[in-house]
Every structure is written in C-alpha cells, then in structure tokens.
C-alpha cells in the first residue's frame, strides 16, 4: 500500500515563505502531485515532479527527492489569498490512480 | 471552456435511502474519476471510468457504484445510505486515464441524517 504523510496544519505571514513538506512511501513510484483546494471549492493542480529537483513555477516552487520519499511545496512573498489546503498526491506504476494525502490547512495571518 | 459540473452541489438524505450523482467533465475529456473528502481521511478514491468502462476502483463497498455514458458524462450511486457516506464527493475529468492531471469539479455535499 501507500502512506503519504503532510502536516495538518501550518500558520506563516504575509509576505514570507513557507515550505510544506510531504513524505511518502510507495512502491513503483510514478510522480508526485501538489493541489491547492481553497474552503467550499474544488481542487486544482499547481504542481508535477517526476524526476527528482526543483520546479519552479512563478512564486511556487515543489521540490522531489525519489530516495528519500519526500517532496515539498515552497510558496513566496506569501499572501492572503494563498490560505486553503494543500494536497499532496502520489502516483504509482500499476495502479494508475492519484494516493492523497489528508492535506495541510495553510493559514496566512497579516 | 466549461470546467467539470458536478450536480446538485448540497443534498441530505436519511439512512437507508439511495442517492445519485452526476458529472459533466470537460468536454473532450473522456476519462472521470470519483472521489470522497472527508476531514479525517482526505480524498479517497472510488473508481474511474474512461470510455464507459471502469478502469480501476478504490476499497469502497459494493454500495458504491458508478457508470459513463457514451457522451463521457458520469454519475455515482449510493444506496442503503448510512451516516458514515456523510462526505464531499469529488468528481474530476482528464483527457486520458491513469494518474494524470485532473481538473476537479466543486463536489456534492451528501449530508446523511
């Protein structure tokens, strides 16, 4: 099976940089997806690393280490609008589905 | 373009009784997974469909089932309700199947009393 750890929660400032972390062990590991899902609102896709390194995508970055089974998600020049959950997803050869993680409830405060 | 509709948003059921949901993915998507939210458990899958076929399927109870139609659109049942399916469900389209990028709807509300 698949275990996908992340923390509950997190509470950063306005304007700093916050790095949520997610750990996972799986077997035939296929990519590790990020989600942003805001309160009352569906899911949407911010992230894809496949290989191990950094993606840089405007103020997010996700980072993967496929030895150490671990990713994270660095957010910049943090703002209000970036409070929701964050969703951590692996995927696996063999059973092509996307394992979530419980998510992390990122509070941004001014 | 539309993005993935999810009908109705909000319903409450009893125990016992049945409940259907519906999904429209994005049109040119063929492939729609299913999922349940729930604060404790996060998003656990329930199955996918792609070409009116169910592709894979998550460990939920036979009460849980689910089909799609030719025009790619799909819905869920559930039936003998009990107050655990309580949940957010989630519907998301890709254009190919597997564990790809999904592009989620905003989700069914089922509250069971």
């Known amino acids: 099976g698949q275990n996908i750890d992340q923390p509950t929660e997190m509470t950063a400032t306005e304007g700093a940089i916050v790095q949520i972390n997610c750990t996972y062990q799986?077997?035939?590991?296929?990519?590790l997806f990020w989600y942003q899902q805001h309160a009352g609102e569906a899911p949407t896709f911010l992230s894809y690393n496949v290989l191990d390194g950094l993606e840089e995508k405007g103020r997010f970055s996700s980072f993967l280490s496929r030895s150490k089974g671990y990713s994270y998600l660095l957010l910049k020049e943090l703002q209000m609008k970036d409070s929701a959950s964050y969703l951590c997803a692996v995927a696996n050869f063999g059973n092509e589905k996307l394992t979530f993680g419980t998510g992390t409830r990122l509070t941004i405060i001014p | 373009k539309a993005g993935v509709t999810q009908t109705p948003r909000y319903l409450i059921k009893t125990r016992g009784q049945q409940v259907t949901l519906s999904c429209s993915p994005i049109s040119g998507h063929r492939s729609v997974s299913w999922y349940q939210q729930t604060p404790g458990q996060g998003l656990q899958f329930l199955f996918e469909?792609?070409?009116?076929?169910?592709?894979n399927k998550g460990n939920f109870p036979g009460r849980f089932s689910g089909r799609q139609f030719s025009n790619s659109r799909s819905e869920m049942n559930v039936s003998t309700l009990e107050l655990g399916d309580s949940a957010l469900y989630l519907c998301?389209?890709?254009?190919?199947?597997?564990?790809?990028?999904?592009?989620f709807g905003a989700g069914s509300r089922l509250t069971v009393l």
């Open positions: 799986t077997s035939g590991f296929n990519g």
């Open positions: 998301a389209s890709s254009a190919t199947p597997g564990a790809n990028v999904l592009t």
């Open positions: 469909y792609f070409s009116e076929t169910q592709r």
